[in-house]
């Protein structure tokens, strides 16, 4: 199957999953926040409260070791297609329909055969994703990609899945929009986002790129993904509490951006209820989920900036910029640069 089909085939999909009754969706509201001159969409959705939480008790861990829902056979009512890897043309990856959706059309490509969920994106899972962003491009829709990666990134299955959000703005989510108006003096350098509160890595990608050839841009994707990766660990390593066990972080993914934040805890305890507040990459690409209006208030009184911290590293930018130019984020006009490492 071609990434163009699949952006053609979610809307019917989606359609499909709901009729069945395999794919459900969960109405939610948007509420604004604007902190720091970043406008944060929190999602209240309180009809998740009954979704079905396989983390929370110990038999639903044991029947979570038995059934991986994103390995074949898939309910056919979920089920789009296959993309194939690259280099071997074999279906490589399965593309699915989020069977618990809170936003319509999300979907999930997940790989064929089983791999860990703990394991850094490769340059197939990279190149693949971006094809389907490019596609979507083509058709005036504009999707983002996330990887929740590791025990502490907000993941709920083990077997390696990307995602894939359509969103109705076309500058993308809310830290896409900060991340376009820094302006870089040697933009083909990994930098960072000055005014967020927590360490981030990023990357912008060459404004060629969709217009490479595949291998050209397999190629940058996975150096940039690299080069992030190594800024993200040398992040963790910098801090002495850091859990043992493999890295977590986030990834997005956008056509023009790649942004890498490791991460330190799964759940904020909110301060006001001690609640424990999931977080994932959606939540530091701006957009967070909340399940009542109780949750609503304590995001709000106790401040999005505070909470990604709190899951997140601090940066250490500084100690890891070796010898090169430092650049200013100005908070809320012209950026002038972010700090490249
Ligand atoms: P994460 O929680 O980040 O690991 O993402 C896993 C996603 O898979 C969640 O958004 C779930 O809603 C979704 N999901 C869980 N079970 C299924 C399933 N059987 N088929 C398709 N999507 C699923």
Redesign the pocket.
Same mark, same amino acid.
């Given at each position: 199957m071609q990434p163009s089909e699949v952006i053609d085939i979610v809307p019917s999909a989606y359609e499909k999953g709901l009729a069945s009754g395999d794919l459900l969706f969960f109405p939610s509201s948007v509420h604004h926040v604007e902190e720091n001159g970043i406008k944060y969409e929190i999602r209240l959705c309180p009809a998740l409260q009954k979704k079905p939480q396989p983390k929370d008790s110990s038999q639903a861990d044991s029947e979570k070791k038995t059934y991986d829902?994103?390995s074949p056979p898939y +309910?056919p009512n $979920?089920f789009i297609g296959y993309l194939p890897n690259q280099d071997r043309g074999d279906e490589a990856y399965a593309i $699915?329909?989020?069977?618990? @959706?809170v936003v319509p059309n999300?979907f $999930?490509m997940v790989t064929k055969e089983y791999q860990s969920?703990t394991s850094p994106l490769t340059p197939d899972d990279l190149l693949n994703s971006y094809k389907l962003l490019i596609a979507a491009r083509k058709a005036r829709k504009n999707v983002f990609a996330f990887y +929740?990666c590791g025990d502490l @990134?907000?993941? @709920?299955?083990p077997h390696k899945?990307l995602?894939f959000i359509q969103i109705e703005d076309e500058h993308g989510p809310p830290i896409e929009k900060i991340t376009r108006g820094i302006n870089l003096e040697t933009p083909d350098r990994p930098f960072t986002v000055n005014r967020l509160s927590y360490a981030n890595h990023v990357f912008r990608f060459p404004s060629t790129l969709s217009s490479l050839s595949e291998n050209e841009q397999e190629a940058t994707l996975a150096q940039a993904f690299l080069s992030l990766l190594d800024l993200a660990i040398s992040t963790i390593r910098h801090d002495p509490n850091y859990p043992a066990g493999k890295p977590s972080y986030n990834v997005i993914l956008t056509l023009e951006h790649l942004h890498v934040i490791p991460r330190s805890k799964e759940y904020h305890s909110l301060e006001s209820n001690g609640d424990q507040l999931p977080v994932? @990459?959606l939540g530091y690409a701006g957009m967070l989920l909340v399940k009542s209006e109780t949750e609503l208030e304590a995001v709000k009184g106790e401040g999005i900036s505070k909470i990604l911290r709190s899951v997140g590293l601090g940066s250490v930018h500084e100690q890891q910029v070796m010898g090169d130019t430092v650049d200013v984020d100005v908070p809320g006009g012209i950026q002038v640069g972010g700090s490249r490492i």
């Open positions: 829902p994103f +309910n $979920l $699915l329909m989020n069977k618990y @959706s999300h $999930l969920q +929740n @990134s907000g993941a @709920s299955q899945h995602q994932n @990459s």
